[in-house]
């Protein structure tokens, strides 16, 4: 039976794509999971995977093309097989959902919560999403009648599908708040207001760079950040680093960002609350934790994302990392190198910084700024001495956790960091 394959979701507030360039030809044969096409959001070029396996039959998007997500960009199917109607998929899921409207309200009520796999593998499986958003009838209605935009809700149903009552809790959300995501676009300069003449050079931004301004913005402007700073001696972690590294080869060695974030994933083991997100009327919190660490690109910055790292090795937390950085600053980054982070490390270290604070990158619910660890004067046991200290800043989101919570965070990753050993089991 054919199938379409279609523009998958590859970050949170991904909402289209270009279509770059196709890797193979009406009439050949594709395999599940084969690439078959390069796409460039706002964060990377990636390699689309054909979510479905069998001949290429038809290409519904063509190179260039900006393509909503979820929208069909081709079919495969077996050879031969009668395609007719097929290119309208949208349109006909559109109808599917035309029920009677107490039909469909019972069936949204009887719909199962889905296990967290389940879920997962629902969001990854191709199906056609109606404008990008997965949604049940009943919302998608709501949703029409009271002008709200779906695409800014966060959907409890299973693979995160948008429910009835999903639609009501953004409606009630406090004034202020839908004021200010209303006016975080305005808060962008426009070109007039900017001096220009033959002094100046203007630059057009990226798409990279518009998305990180338009996420920066909306953070900032809707999320109540707050901060909390430790110093952490970090003389007995870089001797464990050093120890590490003269046992392996030179294409293995651990960073010292890879025992940061080993340190942060125990931590947040230690302090769940920190690993949620705000969704309105109730807290999610993320059973997994993946931390993700920013990566300085050509254009601007993303998040790379390596997943169960509080269970994860050194070794497989330094290779993962490696490999995705690698990729990252190449521009051969994959889908799954930038989805799933549940908290975020920032590492300036290397740029001899002594300090600063990140903006958290919602939805998650906070970000651990690292500066550089120094050679300064310390006072151990009434004697000036020389010691490695590390400040670290964790921005929080205030409608997830307190001050109380974050600075006990930052305790435990300071405990973490000055036992190293602690790393290793």
């Known amino acids: 039976m054919a199938e379409f394959i279609v523009m998958p979701k590859l970050g949170f507030d991904m909402r289209e794509a270009e279509l770059v360039s196709w890797l193979k030809e009406e009439g050949d044969n594709v395999e599940k999971g084969e690439i078959v096409a390069e796409i460039e959001s706002d964060k990377a070029t990636l390699e689309l995977e054909a979510q479905a396996g069998g001949m290429l039959l038809k290409k519904l998007e063509q190179e260039g093309a900006i393509v909503p997500v979820g929208a069909n960009i081709a079919i495969v199917g077996e050879e031969g097989e009668d395609i007719s109607g097929m290119e309208d998929g949208a349109a006909a899921a559109e109808e599917e959902g035309a029920g009677a409207p107490e039909a469909e309200e019972k069936a949204e009520e009887a719909e199962p919560e889905a296990a967290p796999e389940e879920a997962a593998a629902e969001a990854a499986v191709g199906e056609e999403f109606p404008g990008g958003v997965k949604a049940t009838p009943v919302a998608r209605r709501m949703a029409s009648e ?33 004021e200010a995501v209303e006016r975080a676009p305005a808060v962008e300069f426009e070109p007039t207001a900017v001096p220009t003449g033959p002094d100046t050079t203007e630059i057009p931004t990226s798409r990279m760079r518009q998305a990180i301004g338009r996420r920066m913005v909306e953070s900032k402007t809707t999320v109540p950040h707050f901060y909390v700073t430790s110093e952490v001696a970090m003389d007995k972690a870089l001797a464990l680093r050093k120890e590490i590294n003269a046992m392996l080869p030179e294409e293995e060695k651990v960073t010292v960002n890879d025992l940061i974030v080993k340190a942060a994933a125990l931590a947040l083991r230690e302090v769940p609350n920190i690993n949620s997100s705000f969704a309105g009327d109730k807290l999610v919190r993320h059973e997994r934790i993946n931390v993700g660490t920013a990566v300085a690109v050509e254009g601007g910055l993303l998040t790379v994302v390596q997943k169960d790292t509080d269970s994860s090795t050194l070794s497989k937390i330094a290779a993962d990392n490696k490999e995705m950085i690698e990729r990252a600053r190449s521009g051969k980054i994959r889908p799954d190198d930038v989805q799933g982070a549940t908290f975020t490390v920032s590492n300036l270290g290397a740029f001899d910084v002594e300090n600063f604070i990140a903006i958290i990158n919602p939805p998650e619910a906070a970000i651990l700024a690292v500066s550089t660890a120094r050679q300064v004067p310390v006072v151990e046991d009434g004697e000036i001495t020389v010691g490695s200290r590390m400040k670290a800043t964790i921005s929080a989101d205030h409608r997830v956790t307190d001050g109380a919570e974050a600075a006990r965070y930052m305790q435990t990753f300071k405990s973490i960091l000055e036992e190293p050993m602690r790393l290793l089991v």
């Open 146 to 178: 009271h002008d709200v935009d779906l695409k800014a809700i966060s959907g409890s149903g299973p693979g995160g599908r948008v429910r009835k009552a999903d639609v009501e809790a953004y409606m009630e959300r406090e004034p202020e708040v839908e």
